[in-house]
């Protein structure tokens, strides 16, 4: 059994081998793509002027027009002008500031209003009830007042106005569901 074994293992070498030998046929040479090729190029000489050394421009003298003659003047005006009155000058005007600290202004007054307004809307609702959806306005009620609160110390009004106003709307949105 070894013995037809190892004989047919030598068959199968041996064929092998022999395929292995023997030459590819010959194909024909195909290029893929025919390059063609490129057009003559046509140069058009182009005719320049020659250069001509403009004209130097005449330089013209100007003799000096005469000065007028004054006549003589033999009575000289002593007295001087009257004194002008010294000016009064007024200070500067004191600039005042539109927003101080002692009086806020009526827009940052509102928007401490309407901050107020959402954190009570807020108070109301239990955190921990909350369904993610309504989580997720919550947490963006927070970040609006957290938001307008820091435009507020940087005393950005308008900015903070509008991020109060959404905080508010957002904040009264979730009570009412």
């Known amino acids: 059994m070894n013995r037809a074994l190892l004989l047919a293992l030598t068959a199968v070498v041996s064929c092998g081998a ?16 025919a390059v063609p090729t490129p057009p003559a190029r046509t140069l058009i000489p182009v005719e320049l002027p020659e250069y001509v050394e403009p004209a130097p421009e ?9 000065a007028p003659s ?9 007295e001087k002008p009257p004194a002008a009155p010294p000016q009064v000058r007024t200070p500067p005007p004191v600039l005042q500031a539109t927003t101080t600290a002692t009086a806020p202004s009526a827009l940052e007054q509102r928007v401490r209003g309407l901050l107020a307004s959402a954190e009570e809307k807020l108070k109301v609702l239990n955190y921990r009830e909350l369904d993610p959806q309504r989580l997720a306005h919550y947490n963006q009620v927070r970040d ?29 949105l979730l009570t009412r569901s």
């Open 144 to 172: 609006f007042i957290r938001m307008a609160n820091d435009n507020l110390r940087i005393r950005n009004y308008v900015y903070a106005e509008q991020l109060a106003t959404k905080a508010n709307t957002v904040a009264g």
């Open 58 to 66: 005449p330089v013209v003298e100007e003799t000096p027009a005469p």
């Open 18 to 33: 022999s395929a292995c030998a023997r030459k590819a046929p010959a194909l024909p040479l195909v290029t893929a793509l």
């Open 70 to 78: 004054r006549p003589p003047s033999t009575a000289r005006n002593t």
